[in-house]
């Protein structure tokens, strides 16, 4: 069963541009969740998408967006990006939605976001 | 909310040597914990979860957590360390978040390193 699929690896971008992360789930899997990652603050929680709908969102700016499509794969967007955004973006699947309190997450590999 | 606390940013043991990662978790009612693991340029890759009523939860890679309720605790261990246990370990609460849904929130994480 392939994982978790993330395109792509490595982007670079310049500030003020916008940019448009991929991710498809494991097949089967309806839940998909995105994470930001960076030495400063770790691990954050972007937001949660189960068949079509954003279930949960965590603290980030309205620059920050995603959508699910019927397939469930994902995709998040950063508009108007800042030298801070620079982060790996982790996407997860899981069977359900995270709010199922024992429902593991699955995590692709990652994209690399630079912002110069 | 809850979150999790994880002591020491580095660990570094000799390879054969007891393993010992520690989390802290800070919650009143039943844990949703989780270890997970990153090798450098990759995902996260779930080692085990927290089961209601275990006190020694086994996972992957032959790493063990011990649940302590009264330490509020979630140590991982491994009996004997390989040079391909190197990576940087977290340990994950299911957290309520203000949207009143849960999300996977994440310790700092514990960089290991394995001598030879």
């Known amino acids: 069963k392939a994982g978790v699929t993330q395109t792509p690896r490595y982007l670079i971008k310049t500030r003020g541009q916008q940019v448009t992360l991929s991710c498809s789930p494991i097949s089967g899997h309806r839940s998909v969740s995105w994470y930001q990652q960076t030495p400063g603050q770790g691990l954050q929680f972007l937001f949660e998408y189960f068949s079509e709908t954003q279930r949960n969102k965590g603290n980030f700016p309205g620059r920050f967006s995603g959508r699910q499509f019927s397939n469930s794969r994902s995709e998040m967007n950063v508009s108007t990006l800042e030298l801070g955004d620079s982060a790996l973006y982790l996407c997860a699947s899981s069977l359900v939605p995270e709010s199922s309190y024992n429902s593991p997450l699955h995590f692709g590999n990652g994209t690399r976001l630079t912002v110069t | 909310a809850q979150s999790v606390t994880q002591l020491g940013s580095h660990v570094s043991v000799s390879e054969g040597a007891l393993v010992l990662l520690r989390c802290n978790y800070s919650s009143s009612v039943p844990p949703y914990l989780f270890w997970y693991v990153q090798y450098p340029n990759q995902g996260l890759q779930l080692l085990l979860k927290?089961?209601?009523?275990?006190?020694l939860v086994k996972g992957i890679n032959g790493f063990e957590a011990e649940f302590k309720k009264s330490e509020t605790s979630f140590h991982l261990t491994k009996p004997s360390a390989h040079m391909s246990d190197a990576a940087e370990y977290f340990c994950?609460?299911?957290?309520?978040?203000?949207?009143?849904?849960?999300?996977?929130?994440f310790g700092s994480g514990t960089r290991l390193q394995v001598q030879p």
């Open positions: 927290y089961t209601t009523g275990a006190t």
């Open positions: 994950a609460v299911r957290d309520l978040m203000d949207t009143g849904r849960r999300a996977l929130t």
